[in-house]
């Protein structure tokens, strides 16, 4: 099973509701899919949507560096040599991670079409279903309880809030859903780098001080201030954690080897694929440190990479890849499978996704 061709299209999903975070806003998803065609008729699916403010990469960017760039060096290589694969989709540039991302999924979808594997019992198979969250997006507090109870009555138990943007509108915010869920109802916060470390430290401690029960708190500092990330750690009780901070292993290596958070939330599209994740995850578990398996405004096919390796792998504890489900419609055929609040992991060999319906190739240039 040898790679002969690797194509790129575009889809674009329009979201159930907007998307709002203390960096972004979006209305519509819109996604890269890659085809990876062997010479036997197989194609390995990968995905890979443009987060500017996060990854830096844009559409272009990624379409180029895999059609121009990391591509052909892997063209001809045998799926088997899957590891070789690997190391040369990472070494082929520097950065561009949702690229490398989208190829290192498709490339594990083949491995497991070949030998008739699904990619979770690949990553371990230690569950077949796995629970997610929901994000509730910024907003004034009556919308967002609006929003929390719309997604308890789906089924959510777990509930990701997007702050960040004002401390004392935030610590409102809180309340008014905390009041509104009642004390079984896990709350976690995301403040997307939306606080300095002081700030942020005064924030948590009213909530504490105020029994909101917050489970966890996500990058409530700057991405590059880690000594911010680890005064904020080592000052309160919630368990913090890494996103923006950790991209790749060296990343998390350096976060774990200062002990300047509780958690780590591991994205495919930064650290670059099932691989670097993987190696991240490794890292957590053998320095005691729980992952979350998060994810950026994708379709399924990077949802069910991502559950694949959560449901795999004991290090990663909980999840929030709610994306495929924030989303109006579903052009991907086959992948998980949602039953309210659980992610179904499939049956089928690889990712198990048989098409993407009204797929095209895109012209980036």
């Known amino acids: 099973m040898k790679i002969t061709d690797i194509r790129v299209g575009i889809v674009r999903i329009p979201l159930k509701t907007p998307f709002v975070t203390a960096l972004r806003r979006v209305d519509t998803a819109e996604d890269l899919i890659i085809k990876v065609i062997t010479d036997d008729g197989h194609t390995g699916w990968g995905n890979a949507p443009a987060t500017v403010v996060i990854t830096g990469d844009s559409h272009a960017s990624v379409a180029s560096a895999i059609k121009d760039t990391i591509g052909p060096q892997i063209l001809g290589m045998d799926i088997d040599d899957r590891e070789a694969i690997l190391q040369r989709i990472q070494h082929s540039m520097v950065h561009n991670t949702s690229a490398k991302a989208a190829l290192d999924i498709a490339v594990h979808d ?16 230690l569950r077949q279903r796995i629970i997610s969250d929901l994000t509730v997006s910024l907003g004034e507090p009556e919308q967002m309880v609006q929003d929390a109870q719309k997604a ?13 943007v004002d401390a004392a509108l935030d610590i409102r915010r809180v309340r008014a859903i905390r009041q509104a869920a009642g004390p079984h109802i896990a709350i976690r916060l995301d403040a997307n780098q939306g606080w300095k470390p002081k700030e942020a430290v005064r924030t948590i401690r009213r909530m504490e001080d105020a029994g909101l029960n917050i489970e966890l708190i996500e990058q409530p500092v700057a991405a590059s201030d880690v000594e911010g990330l680890k005064f904020v750690t080592d000052h309160v009780d919630t368990p913090i954690m890494a996103d923006e901070s950790a991209f790749s ?12 958070c509780d958690l780590i939330n591991i994205k495919l599209m930064k650290a670059g694929g099932l691989g670097p994740a ?18 950026m ?19 990663i504890a909980i999840n929030d890849l709610d994306a495929a489900d924030l989303m109006a419609d579903d052009p991907i055929i086959g992948g998980i499978s949602y039953n309210r609040n659980e992610l179904i992991l499939p049956q089928a060999p690889g990712l198990g996704i048989t098409a993407v319906a009204g797929w095209q190739e895109w012209d980036y240039r």
């Open 278 to 295: 993987s190696q991240i995850a490794s890292m957590a578990q053998a320095s005691g440190i729980d992952c979350m398996m998060g994810c």
């Open 152 to 164: 308890i009555q789906a089924g959510y138990t777990n509930l990701k809030l997007k702050v960040g």
């Open 110 to 125: 083949l491995f497991g079409q070949k030998y008739h594997l699904p990619l979770y019992r690949f990553f371990g198979g």
């Open 297 to 315: 405004l994708e379709s399924k096919i990077g949802i069910t990479a991502a559950a694949s390796l959560s449901a795999g792998n004991p290090a």
């Open 249 to 260: 292993p060296g990343d998390v290596f350096h976060l774990l080897a200062i002990r300047a």
